[in-house]
């Protein structure tokens, strides 16, 4: 006997997700649905914006790691002047960062909106 003789329906997904979940009818409704990235009906300047966005939202993600790596090593440090220092070091590097990475989107976000 073979599998195909005990399904009853055949071979098909075993779950339909744009079927069952209606996630497709509020991207219809919403309309993200026929949103792309750089194709027909969207513009240069959004497919950056969303690149610029997944890259800000990655340094976000770096920071927030850096941060808590910076505050676990200065916990763990005991007394150690030279590991709290490096500590100290490694969460003023990553503010910082921060802070140059939120000029550059500021700086950015002006142009834009100036010239186009």
């Known amino acids: 006997m073979t599998l195909l003789a005990i399904l009853p329906y055949g071979v098909g997904a075993a779950y339909d997700f744009e079927q069952n ?3 497709n009818n509020a991207a219809q409704t919403s309309g993200y649905a026929q949103q792309k ?3 027909q009906g ?4 959004s497919g950056v914006s969303i690149i610029l966005t997944g890259a800000l ?5 770096i920071f927030l790691i850096l941060m ?6 200065w916990m763990t440090a005991q007394g150690n002047d030279q590991k709290v220092s490096k500590a100290k070091d ?6 910082t960062g921060l802070v140059i990475v939120a000029a550059a989107y500021a ?6 909106k100036t010239f186009f």
Do not use: A, C, K, R
């Open 21 to 23: 979940t209606g996630l």
């Open 37 to 39: 990235l750089f194709g």
């Open 42 to 45: 969207g513009s240069l300047e």
């Open 57 to 61: 939202s990655l340094l976000g993600v």
């Open 68 to 73: 808590i790596y910076g505050g676990i090593s």
């Open 90 to 95: 490694i969460i003023m590097n990553s503010i």
């Open 107 to 112: 700086i950015t976000y002006f142009v834009v």
